[in-house]
Structure formats: structure tokens, C-alpha cells
């Protein structure tokens, strides 16, 4: 398996250098949408349907990875001649968000934590994005919420920032930190990346031809396509822990059907290989592959989410380069069982989303906070003239 890893070195020249800087702008612009997008849907999105608009970001995600997948083969644009045109694709979609964002609205709940005159603002969105009329009742309701959390927030002092110890500090902010993070690294440390990667490898390795292997991975995309639809639909009705669960045993079962058939002798190790590779990656799509995005948006209080959503992020990130990096040393080392392990971490998930991840389907950000951190007294804002003096957390402002 060694050899099927491997790759011949590459000479250094400009093109080289060129793909290198590429990379790295493409790697930081990717990396900031992965924080920015869920976050905009999760703020936008009505509470009843947070979750399946959530979940769209990571259907784009697969559904670009499958027309990736199809237009890399040799029988399409997967050629030399062809390969610059195939990189030249890149700026439809660039140029397509440039050319619509006057279309974009502002995240109504951030307006609404930052001025009474921009609170104004945030009703007049908020009324577009609904739908209705600026002084409908459930308008007028919805704006409330979101300025009701920000009764508890402390005056900003100009020059802090707040810092990830201080955010330990707070109860909710520390039960977000760590759900968050720890379905971000399981994401990755549940192997899938190492099924998409190093699939030919290992297929390969098992006496699948070529042509096969080529088929599977278009077929593993289709199956994340289609999962990922189904988890759209099922977000909002069967709940994120469910499907967190649900996923978790799945991938956890296909890893054990997969490497039976990667230890054992038989002409029927090949086409359940097939099956397991499949159902692994289906298994993903319906729970850990789009709810780890979507929680940073509904665990984090405004101030904190774009904080909170990029340490989120960059645990993914961290955790996705050290499972790529380890795992053909693992695969050398264990062979046929190198899967195995990763079992071992989606075991330890399924302890952990039963005991600590709450059900956020259909609720409120307020509500969820209280429900992850437990009741806590308010805190006043010393210094400021504001609606929130009162003892009352009722809002009183201006519409």
C-alpha cells in the first residue's frame, strides 16, 4: 500500500510555485467561508428552519465535490491539455458572488445588538427576509429575541478583545467551545477524508480495477449529494442529536463491515468493500457532514459567534491536516485494519452527543444558551442609558 501512496517528486519551477500560491489563497479564502456562511445562514434563518438553510452550506459543499469529481476525468476535462480551462472554472462562481452581492442583506441579529438607530435597520431586514411588514407582530417579536440577548452583554472596552480564556470563563460560552470543537475533530478524526483521499488506494489494494475505483468515487459523491439532500429535509423535523447519533452508528457500522472485507480472503471482499465505502460516506452526509457548520450559529451568543465560529473552524481544519498526514502511516502500520481506530473515536462520540449535546431544533438562541449553561442572574451595564436599567428583561425599545 506503501507504493500506491507514494508520489514520484515533483521538480520546483514557476508553475510549481505558482499551483503553491494558488493553494494558499484559495486555502485562507475557503477557510474564512467555511466560518463566515454558516454563520449568515444560521442569523438569517428563521429558528423553525435554521436548520435545514444550515444545512444548504453543506450541500453546495458535496454537490461542488461531485461536478469536481465528474469534470476530473480523462473523458471530460481530466487532461493536460484541458486542466488549465478546468482551473479557469474557478471564476464563474467568484464572479457570479460579485456580481449578486448587492443582493446580500445584512445579519439582522447583528444589527440589532449594535445601535437603537440600527435596530431600526435590522427590523426593516428582518420584515424583508420574512416576507412581511415592518410592524407585523411576528416581526416585532422575532427583533425582540434577538435584543433580549443582548441584555447580558458587558460594555465593550474600547481596545479588548475578548480572548479564548476569558471565553472559558463564561458557562455558556464554555459549553459551546466544547461541543462545537469536539464535533468539529471527530468530523474529521471519524476518518471520512481518508475515504475520499486514499479510496483508490486501498480499493486498489483489495483487487478492485481502475475503472471500478473510478465509479465508486463518482458513486461515493452521488451518495453524499443525495444523503445530504436527505438531511435537509430531515434537519428540522428529526432534530440535530438524532441525526448526529444516527450517523455516528452508521459510519461506526460500516467501518467493521469495511474492514472485514479488507482482512479477509474471498471473491465477496470486493463488492462489500464497495457497499461499505458507500455507506461510510452516506452514513457521514446524513449527521456529521453538514451539523458541525451549522452548531457554531445556534451554541454562541452574537458577541462571541464569530469568535467562537472560527475556533470552531480552525479545530476542523487542524484535525482534518493531522488525520490526512497520519493516516499512510497508519494504513502501513495496520493494514487492512487501519479503519479502526477512527471506530474507536465515533464510539467515544456517541457517549458524548448522548450526554452533552442538546437538542436545538425549532428553539431560540436564548433559549438554547439557557438550556447549555443553566439560569444564570443578569448582569447590569454599568455607565450606559439604556431600556435594559430596569430590573425587567422585557425590551422596551423604540420600533
Known amino acids: ?10 521538480p520546483i519551477g514557476l508553475g510549481v510555485v505558482s499551483m503553491l500560491v494558488g493553494r494558499v489563497v484559495t486555502g485562507v479564502a475557503c477557510g474564512a467561508t467555511t466560518v463566515v456562511v454558516p454563520m449568515y445562514l444560521g442569523e438569517i434563518s428563521p429558528p423553525q428552519l435554521r436548520g435545514t438553510l444550515g444545512t444548504c452550506f453543506q450541500l453546495c459543499v458535496t454537490i461542488a465535490m461531485l461536478f469536481a469529481q465528474v469534470l476530473g476525468l480523462p473523458s471530460f476535462m481530466g487532461s493536460a491539455e484541458l486542466w488549465p480551462s478546468y482551473l479557469l472554472l474557478v471564476l464563474l462562481p467568484a464572479g457570479l458572488q460579485l456580481l449578486l452581492r448587492a443582493h446580500l442583506l445584512e445579519s439582522p441579529r447583528w444589527l440589532a445588538g449594535r445601535s437603537h438607530e440600527e435596530a431600526f435597520l435590522a427590523q426593516q431586514v428582518l420584515a424583508k427576509l420574512r416576507g412581511q411588514k415592518a410592524d407585523d407582530v411576528s416581526v ?3 427583533l425582540d429575541f434577538m435584543q433580549m440577548g443582548q441584555v447580558n452583554k458587558e460594555v465593550e472596552i474600547p481596545g479588548y478583545n475578548e480572548g479564548l480564556f476569558s471565553m472559558l470563563r463564561d458557562r455558556s460560552t464554555r459549553a459551546g467551545l466544547l461541543i462545537c470543537g469536539m464535533c468539529m475533530v471527530v468530523q474529521q478524526f471519524s476518518g471520512i477524508n481518508n475515504a475520499f483521499n486514499f479510496s483508490t488506494a486501498f480499493l486498489s489494494a483489495n483487487g478492485i480495477e481502475k475503472n471500478t475505483i473510478t465509479l465508486i468515487a463518482i458513486l461515493m459523491n452521488v451518495g453524499n449529494v443525495g444523503v445530504t439532500l436527505l438531511s435537509v429535509q430531515l434537519m428540522d423535523k428529526a432534530g ?10 452508521g459510519m461506526f457500522a460500516a467501518i467493521g463491515l469495511l474492514t472485514l472485507a479488507l482482512t479477509a ?17 452516506m452514513a457521514f452526509g446524513i449527521g456529521l457532514g453538514p451539523i458541525p457548520w451549522l452548531l457554531p450559529a445556534e451554541l454562541f451568543a452574537m458577541d462571541k459567534c464569530a469568535k467562537g465560529s472560527g475556533i470552531a473552524a480552525s479545530s476542523n481544519w487542524l484535525a482534518n491536516f493531522l ?3 497520519a493516516f499512510p502511516t497508519l494504513s502501513n502500520s495496520l493494514g487492512g485494519f487501519c479503519f479502526l481506530p477512527f471506530a474507536l473515536v465515533l464510539l467515544f462520540f456517541l457517549w458524548f452527543a448522548h450526554a452533552h449535546v442538546p437538542e436545538t431544533r425549532g428553539k431560540t438562541l436564548e433559549q438554547i444558551l439557557a438550556e447549555i449553561s ?3 442572574q443578569p448582569q447590569r451595564r454599568r455607565g450606559l442609558h439604556s431600556p435594559y436599567e430596569s430590573p425587567s428583561l422585557e425590551p422596551s425599545w423604540p420600533y
Open 1 to 10: 500500500m506503501a507504493d500506491v501512496l507514494g508520489a514520484p517528486p515533483c
Open 140 to 142: 416585532l417579536k422575532e
Open 240 to 249: 440535530r442529536r438524532a441525526l448526529l447519533l444516527g450517523s455516528a452508528a
Open 265 to 281: 480472503d474471498g471473491a465477496w471482499t470486493s463488492p462489500v468493500a464497495v457497499v461499505a465505502v458507500v455507506f461510510y460516506v
Open 323 to 325: 488525520v490526512v498526514q
Open 374 to 376: 443553566g439560569p444564570q
